[in-house]
């Protein structure tokens, strides 16, 4: 009987090593979770059995789990390369029409020749989706689907709001010619108090001029606007605008619609729309004229430029004319028991009974991690340990070895005995 009890502690160190061994070999496998194995010993009691007597039978291999302890973060140049902070598994599918997922820490990702974002094993990388301004719709893995990268131009967009933010001069006095020349392609110089000049864009992407001429009046803290397209007349206004005694805007001014029609506009696009807003923080102070703040809402053609990934997992496409627009959010899961996964190599899991079934979420949210673009997750296998567990087992090894020569030594004694 003692031959056999060496013999399940030379299984249990060979185990041990193999063990250890794998760990060493993937101490730079991107996304690696390190092993260890576990033992438990064998005794062989019956019901009426004495147990102050019982001598056990050996060792025996409960299990080999693998510790999901978070691994060092290495940062590459790749936008498209994540990793994980924190708990969660990135979600993959074997093929575009594939209804089975597979679960990895390893985030090396890239395109291939059809803008889907794919790992090392071309898996497609599933994103959640979300709304045109990036809010998250779902967070069930049934509608998370693969990600392509468009590849049109980004589409133009005619502009339809422009807010404007400025300080007129207090100390400023009616213009000397009078009144405003509103059919004049070029107003004269004299007949403004101040002038600003900003690009908007018409539905074919072109870009016009918006002109705001001021006009000073002859009433008190009491100023007009009025606008014009490119050089198209008659210019349009005027938009009044009346401070009070502490050069602030009473309320907010109801915006002001400038139009052009196509046949004006000369491009081929529709006709253009726009409601000019003052805001209303607007001012009237003794300080030269200064445009604080400007924006307007359309923009011209654009060429894809780049993706990013944001740490709450939301992939964006950037363009040259300032769009960013959602593509998806990357979809994590979780399990209730990560050591129950079922490996499948290619420091992937799959699902398994012990396991559970995945739960959805989005990073940075609940138990999920959050998302490191540009970086990936290295291998959590500590060398140093490894090396001696190596010691160790190679020890325990030859213990057990010595052991059945020792019980040779023994049995050759009693068959020799004359």
Same mark, same amino acid.
């Given at each position: 009987m003692s031959f056999n009890t060496s013999i399940t502690g030379l299984n249990a160190a060979q185990k041990d090593l193999d063990v250890t061994s794998n760990n060493i070999a993937n101490a730079n496998s991107t996304g690696f979770k390190s092993s260890r194995a576990q033992f438990g010993d064998i005794y062989a009691v019956s019901a009426y059995g004495n147990s102050k007597t019982a001598t056990g039978q050996g060792v025996l291999t409960e299990a080999v789990q693998q510790q999901f302890t978070q691994g060092s973060l290495q940062f590459?140049? @790749?936008?498209?390369?994540?990793?994980?902070?924190?708990?969660?598994?990135?979600?993959?599918?074997? %093929?575009?029409?594939?209804?089975?997922?597979? &679960?990895?820490?390893?985030?090396?990702?890239?395109? @291939?020749?059809?803008? #889907?974002? !794919?790992? $090392?094993?071309?898996? &497609?990388?599933?994103?959640?989706p979300v709304s045109a301004n990036g809010t998250l719709q779902?967070?069930?893995?049934?509608?998370?689907? =693969?990600?392509?990268?468009? !590849?049109?131009?980004?589409? =133009?967009?005619? $502009? !339809?709001?422009?807010?404007?933010?400025? @300080?007129?001069?207090?100390?400023?006095?009616v213009p000397a010619v009078t009144p #405003?020349?509103? %059919?004049?392609? %070029? =107003?004269?110089?004299?007949? &403004? $108090?101040?002038a600003n000049s900003q690009q908007v864009y018409d539905s074919l992407g072109n870009t016009h001029t918006l002109t705001s001429y001021y006009v000073k009046t002859a009433n008190p803290n009491e100023w007009e606007v009025y606008y014009q397209v490119d050089t198209q007349t008659p210019i349009q206004g005027p938009s009044t605008l009346t401070f009070d005694a502490n050069g602030k805007l009473p309320a907010t001014p109801a915006p002001f619609n400038v139009t052009a029609t196509a046949a004006s506009l000369g491009t081929g696009a529709?006709?253009?729309?726009?409601?000019?807003?003052?805001?209303?923080?607007?001012?009237?102070?003794?300080? =030269?004229?200064?445009?604080?703040?400007?924006?307007?809402?359309?923009? %011209? $053609?654009?060429?894809?430029?780049? !993706?990013?990934?944001?740490?709450?997992?939301?992939?964006?496409?950037?363009?040259?004319?300032?769009?960013?627009?959602?593509?998806?959010?990357?979809?994590?899961?979780?399990?209730?028991n990560p050591q129950g996964l079922k490996q499948v190599g290619n420091n992937s899991w799959a699902e398994s009974v012990d396991s559970g079934a995945p739960t959805a979420g989005q990073p940075g949210t609940g138990t999920f991690g959050l998302i490191?673009?540009?970086?990936?997750?290295q291998s959590n296998v500590d060398l140093t340990q490894q090396l001696v567990n190596l010691i160790t087992a190679q020890r325990n090894f030859q213990a057990n070895a010595q052991a059945i020569q020792t019980d040779k030594t023994a049995t050759d004694s009693v068959i020799n005995i004359r």
């Open positions: 590459t140049n @790749n936008s498209l390369d994540l990793a994980i902070s924190g708990q969660g598994f990135f979600t993959f599918q074997p %093929t575009l029409d594939s209804q089975q997922s597979v &679960y990895s820490r390893a985030g090396a990702l890239g395109a @291939n020749k059809d803008g #889907f974002i !794919v790992n $090392t094993n071309g898996q &497609y990388l599933k994103a959640l779902s967070t069930s893995l049934a509608s998370a689907k =693969p990600i392509q990268l468009p !590849v049109a131009a980004g589409a =133009p967009k005619a $502009t !339809v709001n422009v807010t404007q933010s400025f @300080n007129l001069p207090a100390s400023a006095t #405003f020349d509103m %059919t004049q392609a %070029t =107003p004269d110089p004299a007949s &403004y $108090t101040q529709a006709d253009l729309s726009i409601d000019v807003q003052t805001q209303g923080d607007s001012t009237q102070y003794n300080a =030269p004229f200064n445009m604080a703040a400007q924006s307007q809402d359309g923009n %011209t $053609t654009g060429q894809l430029t780049g !993706v990013s990934v944001g740490s709450n997992g939301l992939i964006q496409a950037s363009y040259s004319n300032g769009q960013n627009i959602p593509l998806g959010m990357v979809a994590l899961a979780n399990f209730s490191q673009g540009g970086a990936l997750e």
